[in-house]
């Protein structure tokens, strides 16, 4: 291997099999002993290559059972590859997940011993750097008891601690910040800092693109086994995020329809009703995943059952089902639709641009016979029955994004 690669993994696979039946005693062990197991094979690496160059800060991204972290084990040495070499030039020091490496009824100070031990270190290292990796971890009045009484953070922050006092050219961390508090983050981004500094190997999971893009030189997405995109930062996190918006529109698309179907939340006293309801993005296509800021359309048909003199019809967007955070009301907006009879149809278009920042949203519709600005009769409301997910490349303080024009002078 050339020596300014670190790593280098040629054409990897594995698999996994899982079986259908599961043994829950003893009794039922040796009862199936001699019966035929049945499984299912799930290829979790199917042929992956990749080199990460020395002092090179490398990402990989990916959703949940993509194999980004059964790649990450491979390169460790704790899951064997069935086909393809890896080849790692340098000491190793892998921070995978919570309890990999420690032993729950051991106290934190054996603990650090272990697992100091399991990273190359020799107890004299060990003695030497075991006050540092305490106060790192901020588990003085602790070390004495047994891991197993620790809290998920804990146990996280005391596994850290010793993996970066490890004398490592190559470090292997997986999701780090998934579990840890504020202040604990920040000290684990500072050392992300200083280990980059120092020209350390890294090669770090996340779900977090906001780390991916401050820290990694490189990254490559995986989906279902195979990498899909690697390289540039910017480029990989556009993938990771229109795989997550394919994911969560599918997901949301079906609670949907699972709404039209059985029906939601209704109320109102039937004079009209709102038979279909339907929210375009800016290309004309129906959709659930709009970007911040961008146009989009909402049209409604509706159908008068009655006579009713002055119809209102108001759109609602919520962060959940009884927070509102803005809507679109024809009464308001002195759109007069004037007097309609039983038997008339209408349709209703309302365009904007979607002021919300990323998140999950929930939709109202309602139609209403408004007497005045504040007295009004309901006619048919459907409460949050749409849920629209929205996204944005940049990042905005709370749920509105608002236009605004800075601009900054000499005094």
Not at 17 to 41: D, G, Y
Not at 72 to 95: C, H, T, V, W
Request: hydrophobic residues 40%; proline residues 2%; contains cysteine.
């Amino acid at each position: 291997m050339e020596n300014d690669i670190a790593i280098k993994v040629d054409n990897v696979h594995k698999t996994f099999k899982i079986p259908h039946e599961k043994s829950s005693s003893l009794k039922s062990a040796a009862l199936n002993v001699f019966k035929r197991k049945s499984s299912t094979e799930f290829p979790a690496a199917k042929g992956i290559s990749f080199e990460v160059k020395r002092g090179e800060f490398f990402g990989i991204i990916g959703r949940n059972g993509s194999g980004k972290s059964t790649m990450l084990k491979m390169l460790a040495g704790i899951y064997l590859q069935d086909k393809g070499g890896i080849e790692i030039n340098g000491r190793l020091s892998p921070f995978l997940e919570l309890g990999v490496g420690f032993n729950p009824e051991l106290t934190a100070r054996d603990n650090i011993y272990l697992n100091g031990a399991i990273l190359g270190l020799i107890r004299k290292e060990i003695d030497e750097k075991f006050d540092e990796i305490i106060e790192f971890s901020e588990l003085e009045e602790f070390v004495d008891q047994r891991l197993k009484n620790f809290s998920s953070g804990m146990q996280v922050r005391l596994a850290f601690s010793v993996a970066i006092h490890a004398h490592a050219d190559i470090l292997f961390i997986d999701e780090v910040l998934a579990v840890g508090d504020f202040n604990f983050q920040k000290k684990c981004l500072e050392v992300f800092e200083r280990l980059k500094r120092e020209g350390k190997t890294i090669v770090f999971v996340t779900h977090s693109m906001g780390y991916v893009r401050d820290f990694c030189d490189r990254v490559a997405v995986i989906d279902k086994g195979k990498i899909i995109q690697i390289g540039d930062t910017e480029k990989a996190i556009d993938v990771y995020n229109k795989l997550n918006l394919g994911q969560e529109e599918r997901r949301i698309g079906r609670e949907n329809t699972k709404n039209k179907e059985n029906g939601s939340e209704r109320i109102g006293n039937g004079k009209a009703t709102i038979t279909k309801y339907k929210i375009f993005d800016n290309k004309g296509k129906e959709a659930v995943n709009l970007e911040t800021g961008e146009k989009f359309k909402i049209e409604l048909e509706i159908i008068f059952n009655d006579n009713v003199k002055n119809p209102a019809i108001g759109i609602m967007f919520r962060k959940n089902p009884s927070e509102n955070l803005f809507g679109i009301n024809s009464h308001y907006e002195k759109k007069i639709i004037g007097e309609k009879k039983k038997g008339d149809k209408l349709k209703f278009i309302a365009k904007s641009e979607m002021p919300l920042a990323s998140g999950t949203y929930y939709v109202t519709f309602a139609l209403s016979d408004a007497r005045s600005a504040t007295i009004y009769e309901d006619l048919d409301v459907l409460n949050n029955v749409i849920k629209i997910n929205v996204f944005s490349e940049k990042e905005y303080w709370g749920f509105i994004k608002s236009k605004v024009d800075l601009s900054v002078e000499e005094v």
